[in-house]
Each structure stands twice: as C-alpha cells, then as structure tokens.
C-alpha cells in the first residue's frame, strides 16, 4: 500500500498527488511514468512523474478526471493509500541522458498544452539544477485552466503563458506564441519539447518544422495499459512501428504519424474497434487488452 502525503486541487479536474514510494523516488527520471492501482482489483492508471523527492521518498502524480479509475483517485486524500504504484516505467528523458558538452549546447523551449504542463516541470527542473537554461511555454483556454505556474516560474529561465482568449499574456496557443517568440523577438532555438493533447502535439510540431527546429514529443497521452501488450499506444514513427510505453514515450516530433495515432485512440475505445484493429495490424498488433484477442 502506498500512502498520499499531499492532495492538490489544481484547476479543471485536476489533481496533484504526492505518494509515498521510497524505492520509485530513488530511481525515477524525468520523462518516465508509474501505473498505480487505486485498489487491489482496480484499473491500471499510467501517469507520468511530475516530481519526486529522493529524501523524502516520495513521488508526484498530476492527473484529470476523465473516466471511473481518475474519478475514484480523485476521492482519496491524505493519509488513505492505494493499492499499487509501480515504477518507474519508461525511458529518461534524451536531455537528462545525453552528454554535458552536448546539452550545454542546447537552445531549449518547452511548450506545454493541458496537463502536459505537468510531465515538463521535471525536466525543466533537472535542467536548472544542472546549470542548463531554459524556455518554457504554458498554453490554456484562458486564464483559469493553467496549472503548475508557480512551480515553473521556479526553474524555467524564461517563462511564457498563452492563452486562446487573451484573458493572460500572449493572445493565442503555444504554437502561436513560439512563432511570435522567433520571428517577432528575435529568439533562437535548436531543441524543443511539446507535451499536451495529440491535436496540439501535431500542429505545433508542424510549427517547429518549419521554423526548422527538432523536435522531441512525449506519448504519455496515448498509453492505456503502459506495459506494452495492450496496443493502445501504438504509433507509427518514420517507417516503424512504436510502443509508447516501452519503445518512449519520447520521439522524435516530425516523424510521428498523428492522424494514424488519434484514429486509433477513438477506434480502441469500443470492442469493436480493437478487434478491428487487431484484423488490420495482424502480427504488429500487441494483445493484452482482454477484449480483441491479440493475446491468444
């Protein structure tokens, strides 16, 4: 069993946890996730680690009610526990893991939609603490939905905020804002990282190819099962077929085919759709779901 030491309303649905895993906060990195089980016979959540405390032994979980297992989560407060919290799963993040001589030669912006927010803050946290800069975007609706600021506003070199209405800085989204930032501000950048809804990850990769920018994204929001089998997050990247869980859930932002990807997501929803799926993919399909048989 692993205890909440901290329950956070953040804003919209969505909630900020900190859980008691000593062994998970000893060895997580920024980039990966956990699958945590509200009870011994619950649904398998993977979230992403927005935080963790080596001394403390804990870890931060920043999730939005969107089904039954979130909604549940949603009720337990601190001092309840849940019944598992595996982890950590998933690869680091490239930045944590790539040379210092290279990384120093990073110009970085980060652009966040949503609760992609949350899976930035480490990184961007990592990157401070090592001596590395940089730039961060926060885009939202409007001025209500933003989350983590005061958080970012700790370890981001420059940050922005973004919303659709105008109701807070920059008026539009995060692609928006980064377009403004390199032609109208004279900003130069050589790497940057999208987090957010699929749709915002598409466009705004499209955004940083043409202001000829790489570009890494995080498929944290397509995973279901997080171990691979369930085929859920399964993504074409260039010409090869990727696993988000396993094979990410960072890639590179230019080769990755959206449209595929979201169809999928809509299509895996129904019983129908995954054993749809499962007749179109053939041996490439991973099986585990327990509905479309890709695991007999």
Partial sequence: MFKIVKKEYLANNIYLMDIL????????????????RNTEFGERIPLTVADYDREK?????????????????????????????????????????????????????????????????????????????????????????????????QVATNLYLATDDGSFGFKGNGSQCLEDLVLNQGKEYNHAVIIGPMIMMKFTSMTT????????????????????????????????????????????????????????QQIYKTEEGRAKLAFEEGDTHHGGCGHCGGDK
């Fill in 21 to 36: 895993a000593p062994r998970v906060a000893k060895s997580a990195m920024p980039g990966q996730f956990v699958i945590t």
């Fill in 209 to 264: 190819k043409k202001l000829n920018i790489p570009t890494i994204v995080s498929l944290n929001p397509i995973m279901v099962d997080g171990t691979g089998m369930c085929g859920a997050c399964r993504v074409t990247v260039g010409n090869e077929v990727k696993f988000a869980c396993v094979d990410g859930p960072e890639f590179d932002g230019h080769l990755i085919n959206y449209d595929e990807a979201m169809r999928r």
């Fill in 57 to 153: 032994g804990t870890v931060t979980i920043v999730f939005q009610t969107v089904g039954k297992s979130t909604m549940e989560l949603s009720k337990f407060n601190v001092g309840d526990s849940i019944a598992d919290f595996v982890g950590p799963l998933g690869n680091a993040s490239d930045l944590c893991t790539m040379p210092k001589e290279e990384l120093k030669k990073k110009k970085i912006i980060f652009i966040a939609g949503g609760v992609g927010t949350a899976p930035i803050y480490p990184q961007v946290k990592w990157l401070k603490e090592n001596g590395i800069d940089s730039d961060v975007i926060i885009g939202a609706r409007n001025k209500d939905l933003y989350i983590m600021v005061d958080m970012m506003k």
